[in-house]
């Protein structure tokens, strides 16, 4: 029996057995070792909210009386996560990457769809019914990734050009010692031979990579690590709590979602408040601004100091007058736009068609 099957093996041995069953007596008839029988009872519990009881005294398992007969097995055997993952998946199966790997990704399809049917999951109603329009960016810098890949694994040093902030161009040999891909972006970690310390550099800023011949330095992982939590603020022994306030659609979708395990959130009249440890500014910010204009940020100070400058930045930019080469008759002309008479006029909400409201 596979696990799905055991689990609804489980759930007839409590339904229809009258007297309460030991650990030993449900892994016996699942032919399975008790500490895999236990794992098994935990996750009912846990992922499909089981009503098992546990007596202390005799060491027995069984459903509450008030429970048989009315707890019945979820129909879909997926959760909100598992939904995602396995969307994502089937999506890039159907429309995988050109490159070496990709006859080597096709058959993946078919153990996908053997791993819903299992879950008695119809692999034509799941695509054509649950959908995500997630968008990831598209890389562009194949020829800088494969040689940094290859050095990384073959843990061979480099010799690196890359442009800074300020669009300086540098160079330096380094040892790489992690790809860490964050927010939408390719971070390296590397030991920089000139600077004798560890940095982090994001890989679109690579101009060309050449592998060298010589071994790279081996840093000790824990110290990677402990280098990458002082970078995005995860070492904190007291970190700052931030307390964000929601309105509208946002309110309703926060408040259904976990950004981190130490939050705390309530409604305030049909305002929803959000109070959670201040770990990753940046990471948080992102979060902060996609839910803009429903979001305020009430702490801390600087933090919401940091959003308010930023979104001041982005309206002086919009703000100044728009300027584009438009070409004509092969030569360029600079076209600005000084006054809202020139500007375009998007439609009003209520203007659109129904369905692209929708």
Avoid at 162 to 167: E, I, L, N, S, V
Avoid at 172 to 177: F, R, Y
Avoid at 298 to 324: D, E, Y
């Amino acid at each position: 029996m596979n696990k799905l099957q055991q689990i609804e093996r489980l759930h007839q041995l409590f339904t229809t057995r009258r007297r309460r069953l030991s650990l030993t007596d449900l892994a016996t008839d699942l032919a399975i070792e008790p500490e895999d029988c236990q794992r098994l009872l935990d996750q009912m519990k846990e992922q499909l909210a089981s009503p098992i009881e546990f007596c202390s005294s005799s060491q027995t398992y069984a459903y509450p009386d008030q429970a048989c007969g009315r707890y019945k097995l979820p129909k879909c055997w997926l959760n909100a996560d598992e939904f995602f993952q396995v969307i994502a998946l089937g999506q890039q199966l159907k429309q995988p990457p050109a490159g070496l790997l990709q006859e080597d990704l096709a058959p993946m399809g078919a153990t996908l769809e053997a791993a819903l049917r299992k879950r008695k999951i119809s692999q034509h109603q799941f695509s054509r019914r649950i959908k995500t329009s997630d968008y990831q960016p598209q890389y562009r810098f194949y020829g800088v990734f494969g040689d940094l890949c290859a050095a990384l694994l073959d843990r061979r040093q480099l010799t690196i050009n890359y442009c800074d902030a300020d669009r300086q161009s540098h160079t330096d040999n380094i040892c790489p010692q992690l790809l860490l891909q964050r927010n939408h972006s390719w971070l390296l970690t590397y030991w920089c031979q000139r600077g004798r310390q560890l940095r982090c550099l994001d890989v679109a800023r690579l101009d060309s990579v050449i592998v060298l011949a010589d071994r790279a330095r081996e840093i000790a992982p824990k110290n990677v690590e402990h280098f990458l939590g002082n970078q995005f603020g995860h070492n904190q022994k007291q970190p700052l709590t931030a307390h964000l306030c929601f309105s509208d659609e946002s309110a309703f979708q926060v408040a259904k979602q976990s950004w981190h395990p130490e939050q705390q959130g309530e409604w305030q009249g049909d305002r929803y408040h959000l109070r959670l440890p201040l770990i990753d500014q940046d990471q948080l910010l992102g979060q902060v601004l996609a839910h803009l204009p429903n979001v305020q940020v009430l702490q801390p100070a600087p933090f919401a100091q940091r959003v308010t400058h930023l979104l001041q930045q982005a309206l002086n930019l919009h703000s100044q007058p728009i300027v584009t080469d438009t070409p004509r008759a092969n030569t360029h002309h600079t076209v600005l736009v000084a006054n809202k008479a020139d500007e375009p006029t998007l439609p009003e909400q209520s203007e659109l068609p129904m369905q692209a409201r929708a």
